[in-house]
């Protein structure tokens, strides 16, 4: 993280309506779907589940909702579980 003299509270503001609206839209896309691309999983969900996990980690993904479960599924994946626990 940058020191505080760097940091620009418009800047965040402005970066995290922009993510914000990024999750939106995947909320959008996911609804009747499993994955990104419909009921299947592909290597879209592993690009964009990195960034969406990050995301989760600074507060803003929703409790509930599509890309919460979404999220979920990708990260109960044997691949994702052994990342994760290492």
């Known amino acids: 993280m940058f020191p505080e003299h760097m940091r ?4 965040l ?3 995290t309506l922009r993510a ?15 994955y990104l691309l419909g009921q299947e999983f592909s ?5 964009l589940g ?3 996990y990050m995301a989760l980690h600074l507060g803003l993904i929703a409790d509930d909702g599509n890309v919460k479960g979404w ?4 990260l109960e994946r044997p ?3 052994m990342v ?3």
């Open 13 to 15: 503001e402005l970066e």
């Open 20 to 34: 914000r609206a990024i999750i939106e839209r995947v909320e959008v896309a996911l609804v009747g779907r499993d």
């Open 43 to 47: 290597a879209a969900d592993i690009q």
């Open 71 to 74: 999220l979920s599924r990708l």
């Open 79 to 81: 691949a994702a579980q």
């Open 8 to 11: 620009s509270p418009a800047l």
């Open 50 to 52: 990195s960034t969406i």
């Open 84 to 86: 994760l626990h290492e």
